[in-house]
């Protein structure tokens, strides 16, 4: 069969957008692991089904899959390059839209539209993120309720904190990046949790926020959405940040965090690229 796709990225995280409103057709994990292979299918860090709303209040769903095949409840760049397909092409409003997750509804916002007609040039968009919750679904040795732990890796003691925006994350301080043992530490400590974990490495380097993350089912990855949120949250929580938005440098790029103090919420904006369609054969 043909199936219709987009090829789309926020900041090098990247996804494979369906357009599957007539609920014709159906994602399996095989289908998923196929479409992100980056030697035999169209290569992605994860898969984005956009499907009828299983919630009234919002206008669609998005059935978000990791590379690997697993279903994940949240995506951050994901919902943002789901919103940009959407304003695109007139299925939401690009003053303001509600799109359900399975960690629940949130809303989003065109916040620049891209110049020109060239697909490669960045739409920004921005989407509520919600609160930070400081625990995550399941433990690892030594970790408390205010979720922070310590932990054991290679003889070297790790200082790390848990949150979710739906999905889970757990955030640690390295003082440099290139030498954070990201694949192997965050590997192993994904392992722990029951669901599996984001792990973010976090250094702050001439006033900037860079970092570095290992995404469940996936591997590292350019851009973390979710984990730009858990940093901001992490890092005003540890008085490491002053108010105001908060620019999280990825290897693939930068993403803007603000908080609300008047709903607790987290904003997060950044670039969208839609990068070329395609029928491609399954």
Known sequence: ????????????????????????????????????????????????????????????????????????????NGIRVLAKYCFDRGI???????????????????????????????????????????????????????GMFTYDFEGSIWHFST????????????DDLTTAPVKSLGSELSSLFPNGTNVEFVAMEGGRVNARVWERGVGETLSCGTGACAIAAVMRRLGLVTEGPLTVTFPGGSVVVTYDSSTNSFWLSGPVVEVFSAAIDL
């Open 163 to 174: 949150v979710s925006f739906g999905n889970p994350h757990v955030v640690t301080v390295v």
């Open 92 to 146: 939401l409003p690009t003053d303001g839209a509600t799109i359900d997750t399975r960690a629940g509804a949130r809303a989003v916002r065109l916040v620049s539209p891209g110049e020109g007609s060239d697909a490669h040039v960045a739409t920004w968009v921005e989407v509520d993120m919600g609160e930070a919750i400081w625990t995550v679904d399941g433990q690892v040795p030594g970790e408390s309720d205010s």
């Open 1 to 76: 069969m043909k199936l219709e796709i987009v090829k789309a990225h926020a900041t090098g995280n990247d996804f494979v957008v369906i357009n599957d409103l007539d609920g014709q057709f159906g994602l399996s994990s095989e289908t998923v692991r196929s479409l992100c292979d980056r030697h035999t299918g169209v290569g992605a860090d994860g898969v984005l089904r956009l499907a009828d709303r299983s919630d009234p209040a919002a206008s669609i769903f998005m059935d978000y899959w990791n590379a690997d095949g697993s279903i994940a409840e949240m995506c951050g």
